[in-house]
């Protein structure tokens, strides 16, 4: 009996298939398309802004379990989501999150197999890496936090970046047709800059397309610095 664990991090180009887009298809179907439209009214805008000439990274905020199927729904192209390697820790999760062509990543730091995998993604010419710049959900109308591994990844892959908005599903809603959610494609996001300055073009572009508050990495220090502060009075 094979009891070696699957390696869940690092994906080959092979493993990018016509039956895991299928099943990722079916899966917008039915939770983009079929079960968020019962309890909420679901707006697209910017879909002007999606390159049609070329490979990019998708790139939304992360407000609930809803964003993966929101977002690949907004870009109507296959997309390879990276997850935080704890949710493959789960058998049948990791089964359905393997089936959808998700892959895991270590949040803490960005390893080789995930360079590697995102170099495989693009080599398909036709799959998208998707990315919560944000890493875990963030529920409390800001852009903050945000990290740099995405933008790291761009560089590497000279990839740009489309930055995705989605707003509305902060708490779930679960009355039929009472909810509205927000999906806003903002401008494309070179890879062509310094990193800071696509960490500070994708959050403040993010903010401006939904209405959140974007706090700057330099703002996000003090604020935790005058936290601290107050703590020790």
């Not at 009996?1 to 917008?28: C, H, I, P, W």
């Not at 500070?200 to 993010?206: I, N, T």
Request: charge should be positive.
């Amino acid at each position: 009996m094979d009891t070696k664990k699957k390696n869940y991090a690092r994906r080959e180009v092979s493993d990018f298939t016509e039956n895991k887009y299928k099943f990722q298809l079916f899966g917008r179907w039915l939770i983009a398309k079929t079960l968020i439209p019962f309890f909420y009214k679901v707006e697209y805008t910017g879909k002007e802004n999606i390159p049609t000439d070329r490979n990019f990274i998708v790139a939304p905020n992360h407000i609930s379990y809803f964003d993966p199927f929101l977002a690949g729904e907004a870009v109507k192209q296959p997309v390879a989501f990276m997850g935080k390697k704890e949710l493959f820790n789960n058998n049948i999760l990791a089964f359905l999150l393997d089936g959808l062509a998700c892959f895991a990543v270590n949040r803490e730091k960005l390893e080789v197999s995930t360079i590697k995998t995102a170099l495989n993604v693009f080599k398909t010419q036709r799959w998208m890496l998707g990315i919560f710049p944000q890493g875990g959900i963030r529920k409390n109308h800001k852009i903050e936090k945000v990290t740099k591994g995405f933008a790291v990844l761009a560089k590497q892959m000279k990839t740009d970046i489309l930055p995705i908005g989605i707003t509305g599903c902060e708490e779930y809603n679960w009355t039929p047709f009472k909810g509205k959610i927000k999906v806003a494609i903002g401008e494309i996001i070179s890879y062509d800059q310094e990193l800071d300055e696509i960490l500070d073009e994708w959050g403040q572009k993010v903010a401006n397309v939904i209405d959140y508050t974007y706090v700057h990495e330099l703002q996000q220090e003090k604020n935790e610095q005058d936290n601290q502060s107050v703590v020790s009075i």
